[in-house]
């Protein structure tokens, strides 16, 4: 047979392609969604092929649970030019597939070279297949489906043939899909080959009668039935290999199910409410296919692919998410919650391009372009096409550039400070957790040995404080509510627990949870990265534990992966060189004797497609008009006000100050000034998290606005009242702005003299451990009081400690309570109710509270709203009876601020009242207020933490207002201090040694005392967080 020409439209696509992506990927790839995870992988199989176990991430979790395929070819291409260059390589590789993918698939359904051609050069612009790859990084669904493309030639020749050559190389390519990606084969088994071997059926079935009105459900069974033999053959063979291929998988599956809290996916929602979802994961994939849907539908129903109609159809409702109740009826709620459902969507409009492709050829060169120019005319056919064409266009440039405009990660990191850092002085030697990087971690630990407790694979997930949340990564939980900070409060209050001693802060959103818990800034690194660091922590054993596998495990993950490359290479080399270059006679395929035969469109498609136009547009043009009305700032007085807040919300104060009224003579100096002056909790580290607005309009040109707001910090939930004045100017509305605080500073200049500490830690230039003489002394503490006391329910340890050493002391309290038998029953550390800095001879109350893992119960009911003080109670066994107090005290050289002091504090019924004064040069961040409840008897009966909203700048003072009436005083259990030890030593030798003589007296003139409560008197301990120390 004389060999067929080379397909330009191919050529053409292929080219493009890999001009288009190929340059734009070097500006998008790293900055997509799971790029760098795979990068990450790829670097454990670059250093360690065939050792499953990787140290980096939970504490430990075996790569058996991602086929390995993609990471190993990446890993091995990174020996040649670098991890970046082997991703790079993967991802043309990849491009290259698709493109030529859809080509073979095409000609399968729609046995037309031309229509293929069509379709391979859409595929290039195709939005979902560029938010695949430029949005989400997913190079493994991208190749595994690229790859099932390709065998489905192979397949139908199989079963229309039963030439075992075509098997052979169906079966090869497919062990290829299983072990790029897992869900692949899985659901393409359903969706693709199941419909594909329908079809090949139905076809069997049109050449044994004369039309296609003959081929009726009883001709296909009988036609079934005589392929039945290869169908049961190709599927027994397709499932040895589905399991056979990735074998560890699928055992390490079996012995560690997920059984993970879900994460919440955007995929799920409800499109219709959640507009952004619904644009991501709905309106971008599906891009101008939503347009053709009727032509989709009316070709995937002709009889010939009737199979594929079904998939199509079904492919189509599974990706519509939460919008409908039809995906989780389907899936059932496990496998709902679990799938990420844009994988339907994606594979749907990947099933649309060969009848795309076969439109665009009709409408091109075709049936529909003599049927629209006799219509409507050459001009309206031409028009209507440019119109079609630079819709699409733009859609894949849109979609492309998304991440720019809308950015899904932090702004690129410089990691070369941070590995130099773990590298120097052993500091690899301790596990790290990084906050505010995105998916950068896995950049970072792709180039670090260090080791650390969150991770970026949240179904390798282990720590029960992960896996019981629905929290994917630790260093972005502030986005994930109660749940994120739930989980990050637990790890940085106990971080003893994991050999956590470094965190590497990209948000200052975290730093205030992190100085109330005890940790101290360590170091600014050159890339902008604050350093902090918790004292006291042990380095990590020098053997960790791993779970082993079976040594013919690790051989069948390393080997079998590569090997199903190497089959599928050797059978298909003969048939890739001869299309390729046409050095022979190339067969014509059998499919290729079912071409469609044009004729002029039917009329009731064409009306239908009409409507269905005018659908989409009216639908489209409505929700513009209501992006304009919800978008257009200062269209109304409600959207003004939402507007500033949101400008407020996002520091965008010169958008803020656009909103001002323009004849209050407020210059952007000025509004800028009076923004740089404040500061603290409320300005300085929330995030809107709910906004209330009610307008009441006075006239036509002013109207009051009351606004609600509840904020989201880090250590608490802050509702904030405001009254604004608006006006309208010229059919705009600003707001009004509000007069400044009149507060002065009595000085223009002040000095202040303090004492500084600073420790040389290894005094002589060595990579050896630390000399002993250059270890500090722990300083002296003494646990003053220790009491066990319940109130509803929960148990807590209180209690007060002194510094008696001559130098700052950095100090951990860990409480554990123990049963009749003393048996331990719970042990947690003082969160952020104590002070954990204490300077020489001062004193600080502190309150262990013992935390469970929150909704790890199967009944565990999570609150609706997210609240950063949200405590979980631990399930006791047993009544405690005993309890035992450990203190670990450090020497303490950074963050000794003690400046603020309480002043004017007076009680006014159930209120206290006062004012906080700073003197120093520094600016109290965020002031904290430790408030101590004793009984008549001058004896300690609880303890209680609040944190003032604003900040007290130097020389100037913030009122306070405590509400006593709320506090529900504890039934006293036991108070001792036998139990009780100060860096490995009991408490009372201190007692006895250090301060044999103690005097008390003056211990009662810090007492407040107050009338008619159940407590006699409280104490007021400030504790202040410095934001930009001076």
Not at 642 to 650: P, R
């Amino acid at each position: 047979m004389k060999a067929s020409t080379t397909n330009k439209y191919l050529i053409v696509a292929i080219l493009v392609g890999l001009v288009f992506h190929g340059t734009s990927m070097f500006f998008t790839l790293e900055k997509t969604y799971d790029a760098l995870i795979h990068l990450f992988f790829a670097n454990h199989y670059a250093t360690s092929w065939f050792e499953p176990w990787n140290y980096s991430w939970y504490t430990g979790f075996t790569v058996m649970g991602y086929p390995p395929l993609v990471h190993q070819a990446i890993g091995a291409l990174s020996l040649i030019g670098g991890l970046k260059f082997g991703m790079f390589t993967v991802a043309l590789i990849a491009i290259v597939l698709f493109i030529t993918g859809v080509y073979r698939f095409t000609q399968v359904l729609i046995p037309n070279k031309k229509v293929a051609g069509y379709a391979a050069l859409l595929a290039v612009f195709s939005s979902s297949f560029v938010e695949t790859l430029h949005i989400f990084g997913q190079l493994p669904s991208i190749i595994g489906i690229s790859i099932l493309m390709h065998a489905m030639p192979e397949i139908y020749l199989w079963i229309k043939t039963a030439r075992y050559k075509h098997l052979f190389k169906a079966l090869a390519l497919l062990a290829v899909t299983v072990t790029s990606h897992h869900v692949t084969p899985i659901f393409g088994m359903a969706f693709f080959i199941f419909p594909l071997i329908g079809m090949a059926v139905m076809d069997a079935t049109r050449e044994k009668v004369n039309s296609n009105k003959e081929v009726t459900f009883f001709a296909f069974a009988k036609a079934l039935w005589q392929h039945l033999k290869r169908i049961i053959l190709f599927g027994v063979c397709s499932l040895v290999l589905i399991v056979g291929c990735i074998l560890p998988y699928w055992i390490n599956t079996k012995n560690n199910p997920i059984t993970q809290v879900p994460i919440p996916h955007g995929s799920r929602d409800n499109f219709l409410e959640v507009t952004s979802s619904g644009l991501v994961f709905f309106v971008i994939p599906w891009g101008l296919l939503l347009i053709l849907l009727p032509y989709f539908f009316y070709r995937y129903y002709s009889k010939r692919l009737l199979f594929f109609g079904f998939s199509f159809t079904l492919l189509a409702v599974l990706g519509t998410g939460g919008t409908t109740p039809i995906p989780l009826k389907i899936l059932g709620e496990n496998a709902f919650n679990i799938l990420t459902l844009d994988r339907f969507t994606l594979w749907a409009s990947i099933m649309a391009l060969p009848a795309f492709g076969e439109f665009c050829f009709r409408f091109v060169e075709g049936d529909y372009k003599e049927y629209l120019q006799d219509k409507w005319g050459s001009l309206a056919h031409r028009l209507s096409g440019g119109l079609l064409a630079s819709l699409f266009i733009f859609l894949a440039i849109f979609t492309i550039t998304l991440g720019k405009f809308r950015p899904s990660q932090p702004d690129e990191i410089n990691m070369l400070p941070i590995v130099n850092f773990l590298n120097e002085d052993d500091h690899d030697m301790w596990r790290y957790l990084p906050l505010g990087f995105g998916d950068q971690m896995a950049w970072l630990s792709a180039q670090t040995k260090a080791t650390t407790v969150d991770g970026d694979y949240h179904s390798a997930r282990r720590l029960p404080e992960l896996t019981s949340r629905a929290v994917e990564r630790l260093e972005n939980s502030k986005y994930r509510g109660i749940e994120g900070i739930g989980s990050l409060q637990q790890f940085l209050t106990v971080p003893e627990k994991y050999h956590l001693k470094y965190v590497f802060s990209n948000d200052k959103f975290y730093d205030p949870l992190l100085y109330f818990t005890g940790w101290h800034r360590l170091s600014l690194l050159e890339n902008g990265i604050m350093v902090w660091e918790k004292a006291g922590i042990a380095p990590l054993p020098s053997i960790l534990p791993k779970d082993n596998v079976p040594l013919f495990q690790k051989i069948l993950w390393g080997t079998i992966p590569f090997l199903t490359i190497i089959v599928a290479l050797l059978l298909h080399l003969r048939s890739m060189w001869t299309r390729s270059f046409k050095s022979g006679p190339e067969e014509l395929p059998a499919y290729m004797h079912f071409a469609p035969v044009y004729r002029r469109i039917p009329k009731l498609l064409y009306g239908i497609s009409l409507i269905w136009f005018v659908i989409v547009t009216v639908c489209v043009a409505i929700g513009m008009y209501i992006f304009y009305l919800k978008n257009s700032t200062q269209i109304s007085a409600e959207n003004v006000v939402l507007a500033y807040y949101d400008a407020l919300d996002f520091k965008e104060f010169e958008r803020a100050h656009s909103y001002l009224d323009p004849k209050a003579d407020k210059s952007i100096s000025q509004f800028m000034l009076e923004i740089s002056v404040s500061d603290g909790l409320l300005s300085s580290y929330a995030k809107l998290d709910e906004i209330d607005i009610d307008i009441t309009a006075k006239t036509d040109s002013t109207a009051t606005g009351f606004v609600k707001a509840n904020w989201v910090t880090p250590l608490k939930i802050i509702d904030t009242r405001d009254t604004l004045d608006l006006e309208k100017i010229k059919s705009k509305w600003y707001i009004k702005p509000k007069p400044i605080d009149p507060d002065v500073p009595p000085e223009q200049l002040v000095i202040q003299s303090n004492t500084q500490f600073y420790n040389h830690g290894k005094r002589k230039i060595t990579s050896e451990q630390t000399y002993h003489e250059d270890v500090l002394k722990q300083p002296v503490v003494e646990v003053l009081t220790a009491k066990m006391v319940v109130v509803d329910g929960e148990y807590a340890i209180i209690g007060e400690i002194q510094n008696v050493d001559n130098v700052p002391a950095d100090i951990s309290v860990t409480g554990t309570l123990y049963d009749i038998d003393n048996n331990p029953l719970a042990k947690f550390n003082a969160k952020d109710v104590i002070k954990h800095k204490l300077l020489p001879k001062e004193t600080t109350p502190y309150r262990v509270n013992f935390e469970d893992i929150a909704w790890a119960g199967d009944q565990a009911q999570k609150p609706a709203s997210y609240d950063p003080t949200t405590f979980t109670k631990i399930d006791l066994s047993d009544t405690p009876v005993n309890f035992e107090v450990q203190v670990v005290a450090n020497v303490a050289t950074t963050d000794l601020y003690q400046a603020v002091a309480t002043s004017q504090v007076e009680q006014n019924k159930n209120l206290i009242n006062g004012f906080l004064f700073n003197p120093s040069i520094e600016a109290a961040t965020i002031p904290q207020l430790l408030i101590s409840y004793y009984n008549q008897n001058q004896e300690l009966v609880w303890v209680e933490s609040i944190y003032i909203d604003e900040s007290v700048r130097q020389q100037r003072k913030r009122k306070f207002q405590i509400d006593i009436s709320k506090i529900a005083l504890p039934r006293l259990l036991s108070t001792s201090l036998q139990n009780v030890s100060v860096n490995g030593l009991p408490n009372q030798s201190i007692s006895d040694k250090v301060v044999p003589n103690r005097n008390d007296i003056g211990l009662t003139n810090r007492l407040i005392p107050v009338k008619n409560m159940p407590f006699g008197y409280i104490s007021i301990t400030p504790n202040s967080y410095i934001g930009n120390p001076e």
